[in-house]
């Protein structure tokens, strides 16, 4: 049987035991009360020594002080160090979040037993932002407050024009840039020039006199701006029938009009018309972006630290047959190494889906700029 | 001998082999200016390498504990350094005692034919208070043997200086009057010491239950780099960091790793923590790991050991080629890559077939290079129904594999390494015997080391295979209090044989009984045993570590665990059931058999094999009885010949064969 403690005599090593073990129990810090109130019977002990004990082990970091969380209240002790334990939530929580989000609906997503403090947080946010790990990105409504995003604000701006357009349709371009809060003037330009150059927006001409230009996701299609030359054409050809041309003839003469202006009859459409395959256009650029991108995300990728392929494909939001497209372009010129996976069959489909793979049943797991001394490039 | 056949580095600690310094070359000089780093600011830092199965991790950290261990004699104006290489075979919950006894068995190592790293400890610290006049080693010897209590004098100054705690300036003292080596080697390993060596050493022993000896595990690893002091820059070297995994999604071992660290790097201020991961742990630690736990691992950066380039691989092939073998043409008349075919060996470059590691292009070459000198087929273009499937090739290949990893450990084994055997092997071996069984952890139960849950029981196992007495006296007592039915279906108090209780032990005797008849069982695994668990661990950690290869490719862990589920050597899966109370094999059923066995194995600790009418005589029993008994348990004691019987010890080194399927 354990001894019973007296407030003559020091606690016990099973009494601190028990102590420490009660507040490693704990989800979130707790006060000394408590913690006497569960301490078994033959453990109890004063509370001059329950504080001892407890500045014991403060002494020797097995557990943290934690303030009130009254004015009034108790200080409280914990086992683990809950600005670390939030620090971790957040850089969890913000890596796959699909949208910007406020530190005060942050505060209600981390899934913590415990509450973070507006101040905490507000240090933790600073802190990645100042690391570039986060981004600020404007508030959402004029009232609304600063948003956090993995994403910086060019990356934000550009998706949100995307989803404007594809909620809405084509707009002119004063109504789409509104509707983008927060962006200045010359960030603007950027956006719209980088989308263009991508071919993820294109300009619609002004249809009429009095029409608008716009920007949709697609480009415009031809019958809008041809309608108003239906009635003249209709018209002339009634003309001409009734004075008895031949209808080869007129025929041949508006097929000669259109040719003329550039559209050649009797070609296949796909020859005629400009690339437009997405994956096709991307990776004559998408191997170059990696590269910039990897260098973003990991400080010390030039000297050559392996990179996921899982965090580069989520920060390069590309199509999933480009992406692998460019990462293996990479590697074949040289410029990356692979670092692939032994046991493929180990994973799931949606897992295997994550990596790169070449087709002949390789995966790949991380890619590592190669570094200069790293040997030859051939 | 073919060239090309050695593919795979078991040790940083072997000598010799083959060196491409271009290869990884500026990941090596990374870890030497890291020491550096460590060495001028005076404090620790990490550094992470990771790298596919194969491309040359352990040989990496071969070359770095080559380029920093000193192998010249002994001077202390060398700018020197301390390596210790740590394999985590290993349970999460042992991590700090595994660091602790590998950091003393490589200190206690001599290095290069010369003296041992502890040696060269003394030598810096006694030469930071005695500047030399002439050479160090003779004036050391001279000190020890003409003027001890003058070297006694300056130990004590070193102590001073340096804030050693009480054990680590004794252990110090022995080591400068080289006393009590062995037991000595023991205590600072962490090993259970009887109490009369205690007494030899004057040193306490860490006492308490796992938390605690983990905790003294650490305090005496600090204490020890402290020891080091700044001017030894130490490299401790992390490999096999996946093995502490019992499971894919273990993320205690990821915690206990990342907190190991972070003590090291904040406690410590002379050590660069090298840690080698597989490419695809590196992901996973970067992802599961506390953030402030990478910060310190990667505080020196995160280094790639790349696929081999095109010319890579041509240095490495001449390289293993610069030997004298008459199958090898002379330069001029071979291709570079000789001998593999040019199109073969740009083949392996293309695009699709994966990345070229060092070993795999090694294990291609030494196949091609067979077939040259014996003219043979590769093994590829073999007809279908000469060459085996390739399922049944890897089944041989782990068969045989097994066997010599079961030979090598059961000559290694000993009762110090029990605890790390059934600690880290036990969860691994259990649910290839029963799949439904998971290994959870219970913090109320701080002196029952491993617990397994089925969906109708709750098992523990107690490792009490202290060898001082008083140690385990107090742990049985302990454990009296933390078995209870509520908390455990069954309680299994795991001892020994070659640690019996000894004479004077009542206290332990008495709680062991009280133990039983709480309702515990008492098993003793044999040296056969304990050899196969310790086998298992291995393969399956090499396994999981990208370092068990068949061929060209790296033997997944799920292969192995199959191959084991299939095959798995009786011994192993009686001793199982004899876990789980199923067993056919007679375990001590009374505390008085207990009592009995214990006392025999005593009697056989110290007279290997005895008559059984002496047996009789020093415990009071009759002869027939104790003859009844041996034949009861056979698998622990011996019994041999014709009147008069002799009783044996059974330290059986008797071979584990892998069932066959």
Not at chain 2, 434 to 461: K, Y
Request: hydrophobic letters at 40%; glycine letters at 6%; charged letters at 25%.
């Amino acid at each position: 049987m354990p001894k019973k403690s007296s407030l003559l005599s020091p606690p016990s090593a099973e009494a601190r035991a028990d102590v420490l073990a009660i507040v490693r129990r704990q989800s979130e810090p707790i006060a000394l009360k408590a913690v006497a109130k569960l301490l078994p019977a033959a453990h109890r002990m004063s509370d001059a020594d329950l504080q001892a004990t407890v500045q014991e082990f403060l002494s020797a970091s097995q557990l943290c002080e934690y303030p009130p969380k009254t004015a009034s209240g108790p200080l409280r002790y914990w086992d683990r160090d809950t600005r670390w334990l939030a620090r971790d939530a957040v850089s969890h929580r913000l890596s796959n979040w699909p949208e910007p989000i406020a530190a005060k609906e942050l505060a209600t997503r981390l899934g913590l037993p415990f509450k973070v403090s507006e101040n905490d947080l507000a240090t933790i946010l600073a802190d990645f932002v100042t690391r570039g790990l986060l981004h600020e990105i404007p508030a959402a409504t004029a009232k609304g407050k600063i948003r956090y995003w993995n994403q910086d604000r060019s990356e934000y701006f550009r998706s949100t024009v995307l989803q404007v357009l594809q909620v809405k349709g084509p707009l002119p371009e004063a109504k789409l840039q509104s509707s983008v809060k927060g962006i200045t003037p010359g960030e603007w330009q950027l956006v719209r020039e980088t989308l263009r150059q991508s071919r993820k927006i294109f300009l619609h001409p002004s249809v009429g006199k009095k029409g608008k230009a716009a920007f949709g996701l697609r480009p415009p299609t031809a019958a809008p701006y041809l309608k108003e030359f239906a009635g003249p054409i209709t018209a002339i050809i009634t003309t001409l029938t009734e004075a008895e041309v031949a209808a080869d003839d007129i025929r041949r003469a508006i097929v000669e009009m259109v040719e003329a202006a550039g559209i050649p009859f009797g070609v296949s459409r796909a020859a005629t018309s400009k690339p437009t395959d997405p994956v096709g256009s991307s990776t004559s650029t998408a191997p170059d972006r990696l590269i910039e991108l990897m260098m973003t995300l990991e400080p010390g990728a030039a000297r050559g630290t392996l990179i996921g392929v899982r965090d580069l494909r989520r920060s390069a939001r590309m199509d999933k047959a480009v992406f692998d497209a460019a990462v293996l372009q990479l590697s074949r010129q040289g410029k990356v190494a692979l670092h692939w996976h032994d046991f493929p069959a180990s994973l799931t489909a949606e897992e295997r889906d994550e990596l790169v793979t070449d087709g002949a049943g390789n995966y790949y797991i991380g890619v590592a700029l190669r570094t200069v001394e790293s040997g030859d490039r051939s | 001998m073919n060239p090309f056949r050695d593919t795979i580095v078991a040790s940083p600690w072997e000598y010799g082999g083959v060196d491409v310094p271009a290869i990884h070359g500026s990941v090596l000089d990374q870890c030497v200016q890291g020491v550096e780093y460590v060495r001028s600011r005076g404090r620790s830092a990490g550094l992470l390498i990771h790298g596919e199965a194969g491309s040359g991790k352990t040989h990496l950290l071969k070359r770095l504990r080559s380029q920093l261990t000193p192998a010249a004699p002994t001077a202390t104006d060398r700018r020197e350094c301390l390596y210790v290489w740590v394999r985590l075979q290993t349970s999460p919950r042992m991590i700090w005692r595994t660091l602790r006894r590998s950091l003393v068995d490589d200190w206690f190592r001599p290095v290069s034919g010369q003296r041992s790293q502890f040696d060269r400890i003394l030598f810096h610290r006694l030469a930071e208070i005695r500047i030399a006049e002439g050479d160090l080693e003779p004036w050391y010897e001279y000190m020890r043997d003409e003027d001890p209590q003058g070297l006694l004098r300056l130990m004590d100054q070193i102590a001073e200086a340096q804030q050693l705690d009480r054990n680590t300036a004794v252990a110090f003292q022995h080591i400068a009057f080289e006393r009590h080596r062995r037991d000595l080697h023991a205590w600072l390993a962490g090993t259970s010491l009887p109490a009369a060596a205690l007494d030899r050493l004057e040193m306490a022993q860490d006492d308490g239950t796992d938390e605690e000896r983990e905790d003294a595990a650490r305090e005496v690893v600090v204490m020890l780099c402290k020891l080091a002091g700044n001017d030894l820059p130490i490299v401790l070297s992390f490999d096999q960091v996946e093995a502490l995994q019992t499971t894919s999604d273990d993320k205690d071992a990821l915690f206990a790793f990342g907190q190991l660290i972070s003590t090291l790097h904040d406690s410590t201020s002379n050590v660069l923590l090298v840690s080698s991961v597989q490419s695809v742990f590196a992901t996973l630690l970067k992802e599961k790991s506390r953030q402030a736990d990478y910060d310190r691992m990667t505080s020196l950066g995160s280094y790639s050991l790349n696929p081999l380039t095109r010319s890579e691989a041509e240095q490495l092939i001449a390289a293993r080629l610069s030997v004298d073998h008459p199958a090898i043409p002379p330069a001029a008349e071979r291709t570079a890559c000789w001998p593999l075919d040019e199109e073969e060996f740009d083949h392996l470059f293309k695009s699709g077939r994966g990345s070229v590691s060092p070993r795999k292009l090694l294990m291609r070459c030494a196949e091609r290079f067979e077939n040259r000198l014996h003219g043979t087929l590769p093994e590829s273009t073999k007809p279908a129904s000469v060459s085996p499937s390739p399922e049944q090739q890897v089944a041989e290949f782990l068969a045989a594999t097994w066997d010599t990893r079961l030979e090598e450990k059961q000559a290694a084994n000993t009762a110090d390494r029990t605890e790390e055997i059934i600690r880290h092997g036990l969860p691994l071996l259990m649910p290839l015997v029963s799949p439904t069984l998971r290994h959870v952890s219970a913090e109320t139960l701080p002196d029952v080391e491993l617990i397994f849950e089925s969906p109708r029981d709750r098992l523990g196992v107690s490792l009490c295979t202290q060898s001082n007495m008083t140690t385990l006296a107090k742990r049985l007592n302990r454990l009296k209090g933390q078995f209870d039915k509520t908390k455990l279906s069954r309680l299994v108090v795991l001892r020994d044989g070659r640690v019996p209780l000894s004479k004077g032990a009542k206290a332990a005797a008495k709680h062991l009984e009280e133990l039983q008849q709480k309702g515990a069982a008492i098993v003793y695994p044999s040296v056969e045993v304990l050899a196969a668990i310790d086998a298992l661990r291995s393969l399956l950690s090499d396994a999981k570590s990208g370092d068990l290869s068949f061929g060209t490719e790296p033997v997944s862990p799920q292969s192995v665990a199959d191959w084991l589920q299939a095959c798995l050597a009786a011994p192993l899966r009686d001793f199982v059931e004899e876990i789980l109370g199923e067993s056919r094999v007679d375990s001590p059923e009374t505390g008085a058999d207990t009592a009995l066995l214990e006392s025999l194995m005593t009697l056989l600790a110290e007279q290997p094999m005895l008559s059984v009418a002496q047996a009789a005589e020093e415990l009071q029993r009759p002869v027939t009885e104790i003859v009844a008994f041996v034949q009861r348990h056979p698998q622990h004691i011996g019994l041999l010949g014709q009147p008069p019987l002799l009783l044996f010890r059974i330290d059986s080194n008797l071979p584990v064969p892998h069932e066959t399927v």
